[in-house]
C-alpha cells in the first residue's frame, strides 16, 4: 500500500512539474531592465544531441542593440528545420524574435510575420522569455527549455560550446 501511494505521490508530482522551468508573459508586471550585455555568454557556437536529434546553435557578438542567432536541427542527415532570430534590446529590456524554415527555406511563419518572446524574468543564471529559458551552466554549457503550448510539455536542449 505503501509503495502504491508513493507512486500516485511521484506521478502528481510529475505531472504538476510538466512546465517548471518556463513562464509566460505578464502584460501587468511587464519586463525587467536588462541589455543584451548580460547575455554576452551566448556568443559562439553551441551543439547538442537529443532524442529528437542533433542540434546546433549559433550565436554573434552584441552590436546595434541586437545579437543574430541561427539553429539547425537534423537527424539522419535529414534537417527537420530552421530558426532565424534575434534578441534586441527594446523597452530597456529584451525581446526574443525568431522565424522558422522548413529543410528547404521554406518559412513557416508569413513573411511579415515573426514570433516574440518578451522578457519575463532574469533569475541569476537564468533568463526566461515567454516560453523559452535559457541558462547558464558554466561558459561552455547551457540549458534552453521551450514550452510547447499544445501539450504543455517543455522540451530541453542541453548544448556545449
Known amino acids: 500500500m505503501k509503495q502504491f501511494l508513493l507512486l500516485i505521490a511521484l506521478t502528481l508530482l510529475t505531472l504538476s512539474c510538466k512546465a517548471q522551468n518556463t513562464l509566460h508573459y ?17 556568443t559562439g557556437n553551441w551543439k547538442g544531441t537529443s532524442s529528437m536529434g542533433e542540434f546546433e546553435e549559433n550565436w554573434s557578438v552584441a552590436s546595434v542593440k ?3 542567432f541561427s539553429f ?37 511563419e508569413k ?8 522578457l519575463v524574468k532574469i533569475d541569476g543564471n537564468k533568463f526566461y522569455f515567454d516560453k523559452i529559458t535559457y541558462e ?23 548544448f556545449k560550446k
Not at 530558426?83 to 525568431?98: A, R
Open 72 to 108: 539547425k536541427m537534423w537527424k539522419n542527415d535529414t534537417v527537420y528545420f530552421y530558426e532565424i532570430g534575434h534578441i534586441v534590446e527594446k523597452d530597456n529590456s529584451l525581446v526574443l524574435e525568431l522565424k522558422h524554415f522548413d529543410k528547404d527555406l521554406k518559412g513557416w
Open 111 to 118: 513573411q511579415e510575420e515573426k514570433e516574440s518572446f518578451r
Open 66 to 68: 541586437t545579437m543574430l
Open 136 to 158: 547558464k551552466i558554466d561558459e561552455n554549457h547551457m540549458i534552453v527549455y521551450v514550452l510547447m503550448e499544445e501539450s504543455g510539455e517543455e522540451l530541453i536542449f542541453n
Open 26 to 42: 505578464n502584460d501587468e508586471k511587464g519586463s525587467p531592465k536588462a541589455s543584451l550585455n548580460e547575455l554576452k555568454w551566448l
